[in-house]
C-alpha cells in the first residue's frame, strides 16, 4: 500500500520545500524538480511511494539521479554548445528513464523499484517520476538523508556496497556505461568526469540492489518526512507563525545563527561547485559556511563549529524556503539552520576518509552538533 502521494500542486510544492530544507544548499533546483512532478501530474501519474519493507526481497532496484555540478552557466554555454555542434538538449524526463532502462538492458534484468540517493528539491523527484512512468515503485526513504556530493557520502559505499554498473545519459541521448571501478573513489570521479564532459548535468542510473540489500541500508520515511516538512512551513505562514521554527519542528534541530550575506566566492570544478559564504549578524558576529555544493564546513567568528556529516542549511526567515549554494546572493537575509547527520555517518571510522571535514581537507575535529549547541 502507498506509503505517501503527492495528488496536488500544492503537495508538490510543500514536498519541495522539504527537501530543499534537507538538501543543506545542494540537491538541484525547487524549479526543475517542480516543473518535473507538474509534468507528470498533467500526464494523469501516480506519485506515490511505499514503504521498503513492501519491495520483495528479490526484486532489482536502482537509484537514478543528475549528477555534477550546480554551478550557474557563467556565459560560455552557447559557444560551447556551437563548437560541439549540439542543439537544444532533449527533456530530463527521457534521460532519466533513458538511464533506467539501459541499466536494466545491460544487467539482463528490469529494474523493479527506485530509490532516491539523496534528498533535494531537483534530485528527489526524478526517481519518483521515473517510477511513476515505468510503472514500477519508488520507496519512501534515500540512502543519504540529505544531499551530499559524492558517492562516498551515501550509505551504500558506508556498508560496502558498490554503486556499479552505472548508465549515464546527457540530454542528447550520448550513453555511457560504467561496467565496473576499482573502488567507489575512482567510481565518483569518472562520473564527475562524465559529467564535466556531458556539459549539462547527465541522469545517472546507479546502485544495482536486491530488495534484500536494499533495505538494511536505505533510510526510512524519508519522502514522506519531506512532505510533512513543507506542510509545516506552509501552515505556519498561513496562520501569521514563524516557519523555520515549524520546519525544525518536524525536521528536528537548532537555530545556529541569523544575518545578512556579505560575502559569496565560488568557482565550478571538477563537475563540482565549491565556494565559501560570509555572513554577518546584527550585533557583528561572523559565520563562515564552505561548500562543496552542500554546505558542510562552519567557523563561527573565526572558530570550526557544525561540520558535515551534520546538516547545515540556509533558509530565508519570512518563508522558511530553503537556499541552494546556487541562488543564495549577497545581501540575502538568513538563517542558518542545523540538524544531527546519520549516525553510520558519524562513525570515528568514516569521518576522515568519507563523511567529516577532514575528508573535505580542514584540519578539524568534527564534534557533533547537539555538543555545540
Not at 15 to 30: A, N, Q, V
Not at 35 to 61: K, M, P, S, Y
Not at 308 to 330: I, N
Not at 345 to 358: K, S
Amino acid at each position: 500500500m502507498p506509503a505517501g502521494r503527492m495528488e496536488t500542486a500544492q503537495d508538490c510544492s510543500d514536498f519541495l520545500m522539504g527537501c530543499l530544507l534537507m538538501g543543506t544548499g545542494g540537491g538541484g533546483s525547487f524549479e526543475e524538480g517542480e516543473a518535473a512532478l507538474l509534468r507528470a501530474l498533467a500526464d494523469g501519474l501516480d506519485l506515490g511511494w511505499v514503504d521498503a519493507d513492501d519491495i520483495d526481497d528479490g526484486t532489482l532496484t536502482a537509484t537514478v539521479y543528475g549528477n555534477g555540478s550546480i554551478a550557474p552557466d557563467d556565459g560560455t554555454l552557447d559557444e560551447l554548445l556551437r563548437s560541439l555542434h549540439l542543439g537544444q538538449p532533449g527533456s530530463e524526463d527521457d534521460a532519466m528513464l533513458r538511464a533506467v532502462m539501459e541499466l536494466g538492458s545491460y544487467l539482463g534484468s528490469e529494474i523493479g523499484c527506485l530509490v532516491p540517493v539523496e534528498l533535494g528539491a531537483g534530485n528527489t523527484p526524478p526517481p519518483i517520476v521515473a517510477a511513476a512512468r515505468l510503472g514500477i515503485s519508488v520507496v519512501d526513504g534515500d540512502y543519504a538523508g540529505r544531499a551530499c556530493p559524492e558517492e562516498m557520502q551515501s550509505t551504500p559505499f558506508l556498508a560496502g556496497k558498490t554503486s556499479h554498473p552505472s548508465v549515464s545519459v546527457d540530454p542528447w541521448g550520448n550513453v555511457a556505461i560504467l561496467a565496473e571501478t576499482v573502488n567507489p573513489y575512482m567510481f565518483e570521479r569518472i562520473g564527475k568526469m562524465l559529467a564535466v564532459a556531458a556539459i549539462l548535468n547527465p541522469a545517472v542510473a546507479a546502485t544495482p540492489l536486491t530488495g534484500a540489500e536494499m533495505k538494511p541500508i536505505v533510510v526510512p520515511g524519508t519522502l514522506t518526512r519531506c512532505l510533512e516538512i513543507g506542510r509545516a512551513i506552509r501552515r505556519a505562514r498561513e496562520i501569521g507563525e514563524d516557519p523555520v521554527d515549524a520546519a525544525l519542528d518536524v525536521a528536528g534541530g537548532w537555530r545556529l545563527f541569523a544575518g545578512r550575506v556579505v560575502r559569496k566566492d565560488w568557482e565550478d570544478r571538477d563537475g563540482y561547485m565549491f565556494g565559501t559564504l560570509a555572513i554577518e549578524s546584527s550585533d557583528g558576529h561572523e559565520l563562515k559556511v564552505w561548500f562543496k555544493n552542500e554546505n558542510h564546513v562552519t567557523w563561527l567568528d573565526g572558530e570550526p563549529w557544525v561540520c558535515s556529516p551534520d546538516l547545515v542549511t540556509l533558509a530565508a526567515p519570512d518563508t522558511g524556503k530553503a537556499f541552494t549554494s546556487t541562488e543564495v546572493v549577497e545581501g540575502d537575509e538568513v538563517v542558518v539552520v542545523g540538524m544531527p547527520g546519520l549516525d553510520v555517518c558519524r562513525n570515528p571510522e568514516f569521518l576522515d576518509v568519507a563523511t567529516g571535514p577532514r575528508y573535505y581537507g580542514y584540519d578539524i575535529d568534527y564534534r557533533p552538533i547537539e555538543t555545540l549547541i
